[in-house]
DNA sequence: AAAGCTCCTTACCGATCGGTAAGTTTACCG
DNA sequence: CGGTAAACTTACCGATCGGTAAGGAGCTTT
């Protein structure tokens, strides 16, 4: 149900996503919605503590292993491949969609996942850059690519996980020798 | 007037933005706008080729005058960085939002300016990698993180597309070195 | 002055939105 | 069986959406 209503928002945006539209393709009524989840707000609130509590414990626990800066960039990419792979692949896009509401709940909720991966690869990235702005300016161009990828990604689904991360590996090795 | 629209589009998205809205803040009455574009979804056409065209022509100028691969990738960026300076640097995002309705003129229009500034990074990395896999993945990649650079750079007025270009340079010159 | 023409607004249309009230079905307990 | 409480649906609410009809203002022409 919560997965149902991932989808939907993924496809339209917050705006564009509505509650019939949930309602009908999980197969259960309006009221039933409204019943579960008291309103569109909370519905997305709902998606998105479940979206991101899983990609953030999977980026979390992927880089846990990892030491080098080179280590944990590439090991928060395999994270998010692997909880996109199992999961589904444009999930992702409840966290970073850029068409919420203004001052809600919502919207504060978003940055707050955000923020939480943004730590993650900018304090892979001081372990590379001395410039504190050099570094914000570094972790939010991976973090796009990384967003940027799984969008490429959805439409690619005879790809796997493990092949992407190998890809990935291969394409950044000539830079990485250089660490 | 298109200014204005084309802002709108990228507070809200296109299901989130509203003609009310889109005419209050251009100070003339709805008709008025019906009779300059025909159609919301004419309005938003207007809006993606008055940026798109604008701003592939800003790129394909900057990149002309490159001819390595790296070059070309950084003129890619220091064109869409001129542009979005002289210009707006939200406005990218009425090309790349990713809410716009399914099998619309709107949806085909977007995909063809991401087209063809797809083809100009895609051609600067096809110099650098062999597998057409991995020239499509950093391609993307490296798209994803111009926009996300841009969407940082929206925040950050104090920093000018000279001083962000300049930091670009330095953050990739340890591995441009290997070029 | 009256007619005509251009420009622009008020006021409205049906559809759809988020959200709910009230009633109907189902199932279980005696 | 009868009664009751939960589970669920139909049908609706006001608001707002994209889009338009109808009718002023202001200016020129005759």
Redesign the interface.
């Known amino acids: 149900m919560l997965e149902v209503a991932t989808e939907v928002f993924c496809?339209?945006?917050?705006?564009?996503a509505s509650m019939n539209e949930i309602a009908a393709r999980c197969e259960i009524s309006k009221p039933m919605l409204y019943l579960y989840f008291e309103s569109k707000e909370k519905l997305y609130l709902a998606c998105l503590t479940f979206v991101g509590d899983g990609l953030i414990a999977a980026i979390e626990k992927s880089v846990a292993g990892a030491h080098s800066p080179t280590e944990q960039v590439l090991a928060t990419a395999a994270g998010l491949f692997s909880f996109a792979e199992q999961r589904d692949r444009a999930w992702w896009?409840v966290i970073y969609?850029?068409?919420m509401?203004a001052d809600t709940a919502v919207a504060e909720a978003t940055i707050g996942y955000r923020d939480r991966i943004y730590a993650v690869v900018a304090r892979a990235m001081s372990g590379v850059?001395d410039?504190p702005?050099?570094v914000?300016?570094?972790a939010?161009?991976?973090?796009?690519?990384?967003?940027?990828?799984l969008?490429?990604w959805v439409d690619r689904p005879e790809?796997t996980a493990a092949e992407?991360q190998q890809?990935?590996v291969?394409?950044l090795a000539?830079?990485l020798?250089?660490?």
Request: no cysteine; net charge negative; charged share 25%.
């Open positions: 496809e339209r945006g917050y705006a564009g896009g969609a850029e068409t509401p850059l410039d702005l050099d914000e300016l570094a939010h161009a991976l973090i796009g690519a990384g967003e940027s990828l969008r490429w790809v992407l890809r990935l291969g394409i000539p830079f020798g250089r660490l």
